[in-house]
């Protein structure tokens, strides 16, 4: 069953001038939560913006939620003047998530704010796997690196401006990591660019990957087919599918990204 | 509005009559933002809807446009779907026994890229469990040069003449905002024996990505709609009312109660609820329930007794 | 965008050129939003501006409608102000004296209620210091019905006519957007030896006051403006752009320097900010401001290259 | 010279569940203010809604300057929620203001919200005056009676539906009070079925009254020509005469109302 109402938040931390996060009651009526999954936030009670905002959860437990927000734009900015006390709207939880299950060995590819539902998936989820190792992308500053530390072996960080860390992109380290052979299962998330090229690199391997992805929502729930990405299947060739009800986790070999 | 309550007073009469298709109460949704109803079924109860409308079918089954399909705008949406839809056979089979099983009325949108496709649908339609056909003239006439069907007045008095003649079912004609004279064409739908008149549809927009310095839309173009477009769809739902008799079905941003009132004093007989199902689908309960409680508030024991109930 | 500071690239240079009128940056003023400067001059400093187009101008003083002639939208406003102003002779003595006092082009916004009106005004203006006449056509033509002007393709071909030949002045003219087809319209006008188009003008919507149960403006209709038309005024600058080559000044809701871009790259040589000057006063200040930035962030060295610069 | 721009808010009050006062701090720009002036509030930082809201002045001195809000819709429901501490961006002073000077007793005529800038003459402004009387209307529950209480030196309080005052309007008592001849001076706000009525009662007697009057307004400057009321002068019998710059007081004996 859906939730759609008001719930309190909890606890709200700010891990860099534009990254928050908040703890919020999971509603009692919620009986399974995925990793990969996503709420869809009322984020002004006047109304505008006029459509609702999709953030995936970065962690949950029997109680509580966690979101984990990037401000882009005038939505989340609004969102990110909510307080502990004040209640949001949500609706959820949304889309197919990440599917789970028993691998050899793991690893976890992440950039800027798409790391969030990763975290979600490694503190949350419930694979059983032997290793798992992750790469994490920022322009800037990174964040959230201690959650990350805490549930892999392996962590490599990248940054294009960041001193301090390897300077690039994550498909350095990745076709790195790939090299080695050993991993069954990649998990990814991040801008649209990078996935594409992550899903490029899995593909030529043969190795699987796990993408989640983004598109601009209006409805959340399928009705209005505006989220669509094609995969590849279907009597055209191709298929448009709906980011929000059959993703927003898309396998690296079914996915067409645009030219 | 002061904050009484009217709950003792006696219930209005909601029901409202669509030239033949009678409605029990005036709320609807739009074709396009709810898909065949199913997704929603999970979060309100559709027993609370009149009719809907469904996803804009065609002869065959349509995959849609590529690239992005929506862009938010200042209190509005544009979208670029372009019609994906399992097509009319699909529907008739699959569809409309799940929406049976709730107490609403079938709408079956219908689009065309020839007048013949038009004719053929209907036709298909006639012998089918709808209970109206909704003919939407905004689609591009791949005929004509890609100019909608609804612009052009001379076309449209020929699709709508064609389709009357291909089925008896109730016939709903849904306009174009995107003319100079609404009134004019509102007349030749109703000359050529459509039931009733639904508007609007969406408005002609563009958004561009002024960082990647191209529009949005791979086509340009989309349709806008939402809070944004309400007095523009207001206004031509006043006009058509002035200029026909057939009962109007209004659209265009409404997202409360109290626009669902405004729809109908400038004269619509019934509303339908599109982009605000989006930003929220309970958007349907809360209008249904601002109508009833104006109507009680204001003395009216029928809620067809709103419709065009101005005092000049 | 990125939190970046581009201050120490070269400044790029602002000027354009809209067919003979030259302006030292592409930002300008919506005529009836800004009165003739003399409110705003409080709060902004006017040299800012490379233009403003003055309150609608009519032959003779005018009071402007009765009644309430404002009402808010989502995102927007209806105005119904009917073109109070001290007529075109006040102005010529009066206001051009004040306006000249700063360092922009004065635009002449011209409005009849019949051809010879406008022909009358144009003949006026042509000796008065002003820098260009904007040929307002969305106005009822009383002569036609009070449809306006600029809706009929033949009606706007014999206004610009007649008008080209009463005056040599830059010669811009204002379309209304309420059209099936603005391109059509467009080329008709640029036919007709207009030197720049701008565009749009408000679109026709209501406003219904459901407490009242009547219209918030006695007249009904009102002209719709604001961010909410935004995406249609975009869409239209587009259109235009593909079917004229005299430059165009754009505006419909521009409220930032990324709506002026988005202009531009629709094709617009110039923007005008109109309503959200209501909203903020510093709003030319701040779109100046935005576009420059932008400018130097994607490495234009001039304004006037940002002009239909789209990636298609 | 007018001020545009924040003003943090200092204090706030909330009288009723939908009538909230603020105290801000007054820029040392502003270099004269009036009682019945009002400025424009822009509502919320995200844009929406699109205008600004216009507010009276009810009550300033030197640091500070007070405002008293009814929540009618989204604007002010947006501005009720801004607490101590946070910024407000504020335009003003606007309008033109009471007329002030000497007087031998003077009515004061208030109507709902509309004795907000009416709290104003009284305690800020410098009327000089042997006696003023007081007459206020309420809907409801009537508040800042103490305000008045303490500045006037007989106060009359009408409500429509809140038990313990006299019942009706304030039309009543104001006819009584004119009839007694003293007054040569009303002051008035309220709604403008109120404002109508309390115009014709003192016109009737020849009784100078200033009325504080209301329009939507979007410019609040002069420029839009938005907020026009009828005034009895110019070439056409009438003159169309800008409420937020000839206004928003005007005298009872120049104004034509709408039939
Ligand atoms: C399934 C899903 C899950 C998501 N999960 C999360 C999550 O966990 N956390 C999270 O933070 N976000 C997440 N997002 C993204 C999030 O929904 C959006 O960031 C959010 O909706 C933005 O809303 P906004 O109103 O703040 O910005 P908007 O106003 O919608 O727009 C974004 C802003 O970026 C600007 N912009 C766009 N392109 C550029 C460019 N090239 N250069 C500079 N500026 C540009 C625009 O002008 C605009 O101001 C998720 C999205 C989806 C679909
Ligand atoms: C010069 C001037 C000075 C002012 N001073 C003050 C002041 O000191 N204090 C103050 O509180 N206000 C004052 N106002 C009024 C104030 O500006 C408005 O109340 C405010 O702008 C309303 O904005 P809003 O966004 O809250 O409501 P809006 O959204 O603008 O609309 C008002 C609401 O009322 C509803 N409504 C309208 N008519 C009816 C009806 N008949 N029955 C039920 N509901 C209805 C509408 O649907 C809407 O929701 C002043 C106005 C002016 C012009
Ligand atoms: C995503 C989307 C898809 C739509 N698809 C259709 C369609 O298939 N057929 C149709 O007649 N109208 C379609 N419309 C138009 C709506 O039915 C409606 O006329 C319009 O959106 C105005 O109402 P609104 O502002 O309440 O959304 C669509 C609108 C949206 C937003
Ligand atoms: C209050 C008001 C008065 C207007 N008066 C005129 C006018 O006299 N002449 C004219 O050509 N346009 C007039 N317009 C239209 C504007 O110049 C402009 O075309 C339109 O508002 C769209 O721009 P915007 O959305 O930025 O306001 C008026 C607009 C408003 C809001
Ligand atoms: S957002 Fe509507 S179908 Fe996905
Ligand atoms: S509000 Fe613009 S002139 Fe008064």
Redesign the interface.
């Known amino acids: 069953m859906g939730f759609l109402g008001k719930v309190k938040i909890l606890e709200k931390k700010v891990l860099q001038d534009d990254v928050f996060q908040w703890i919020v009651e999971r509603p009692e009526t919620i009986e399974t939560l995925k990793p990969g999954q996503f709420f869809n936030f009322t984020a002004s009670s006047t109304g505008y913006p006029l459509l609702k905002r999709p953030i995936s959860i970065s962690y949950f437990d029997e109680k509580q939620i966690e979101f984990t927000v990037k401000v882009l734009g005038t939505g989340t900015e609004v969102m990110s003047h909510l307080a502990v006390g004040d209640e949001v709207e949500i609706m959820g939880p949304l889309g197919n998530g990440f599917d789970q299950g028993s691998f050899h060995r793991v690893l976890i590819v992440g950039g800027g704010i798409g790391i969030a539902p990763l975290k979600g998936l490694l503190e949350s989820g419930n694979l059983s796997v032997e290793q798992t190792d992750c790469i994490l992308g920022f322009r800037d500053a990174p964040y959230l690196l201690d959650a990350f530390q805490k549930c892999v072996a392996h962590l490599e960080v990248v940054s294009e401006n960041a001193e301090g860390y390897r300077k690039g992109f994550v498909t350095g380290p990745l076709e790195e990591h790939l090299n080695s052979g050993v991993y069954d299962m990649i998990y990814s998330c991040g801008p649209e660019a990078m996935l594409k090229q992550v899903a490029k690199t899995c593909n030529e391997r043969k190795v699987p990957v796990q993408l989640l992805m983004e598109e601009k929502m209006a409805c959340g729930v399928g009705a209005c087919l505006g989220c669509t990405c094609k995969t590849k299947s279907g009597d055209f060739g191709f298929k448009h599918v709906r980011m929000c009800k059959e993703g927003p986790m898309f396998y690296g070999s079914e996915v067409i990204f645009d030219a | ?1 002061p904050k009484q309550d009217f709950s003792t007073s006696t219930q209005p009469d909601m029901c409202v009559d669509l030239n033949g298709l009678t409605l029990k109460n005036p709320i609807t949704v739009a074709s ?4 065949f109803g ?3 079924a ?2 309100i109860d559709l027993n609370i809807l009149s009719a809907i409308s469904v ?1 804009g079918l065609t002869l065959e ?1 349509r ?2 446009n ?14 670029s ?1 372009g019609l ?1 839809n399992p097509g009319v056979h699909y529907f008739i089979e699959n569809e409309i026994p799940f929406l049976r099983s709730y107490d609403l009325k079938i709408i079956a949108n219908i689009n065309g890229n020839t007048i013949e496709e038009y004719c053929q649908m209907a036709e298909l339609l006639s012998d089918a469990d709808v209970d109206s056909i909704e003919l939407n003239i905004s689609c591009p006439n791949v005929k004509n040069g890609g100019l909608a069907f609804g ?1 052009n007045p001379a076309v449209v008095q020929d699709v709508v003449k064609r389709v009357r003649k291909a089925s008896k079912k109730h016939l709903i004609v849904k306009l174009s905002p ?4 609404i009134k004019e064409i509102a007349r030749i739908v109703e000359a050529e024996g459509a039931d009733c008149i639904s508007l609007i549809n969406t ?6 990505d ?6 949005f839309l791979k086509r ?3 349709g ?1 709609s ?7 769809a ?2 031509m739902v ?1 006009d058509v009312h002035s200029a026909v008799k057939i009962p109007i079905l209004g659209m265009g ?1 409404i ?1 409360t109660g ?1 626009d669902a ?2 729809f109908m ?2 004269g619509a007989s019934a509303i339908a609820i599109g ?1 605000a ?6 958007a349907p309960k809360k209008v249904l329930e601002g109508l009833t409680q ?1 109507l009680k508030q204001y003395h009216y024991d029928a809620a067809k007794k709103l419709t065009g ?4």
């Open positions: 509005m396009g933002t709810y898909g199913r997704e929603y999970e979060w996803k089954p995959e849609g590529e690239g992005r399909r929506i862009v938010e705008t200042p209190m509005g949406m544009l979208n779907v994906q612009t995107n003319v100079t004279d408005l002609s927009g563009m958004g561009i002024i960082y990647k310095r191209k529009p340009g173009n989309g806008l939402g809070p944004a477009v309400k007095p523009i207001v206004r006043y941003g997202s109290e009132v405004e004093l400038a982009t199902n989006f930003a929220n689908p309970l104006y109930d101005l005092r000049i």
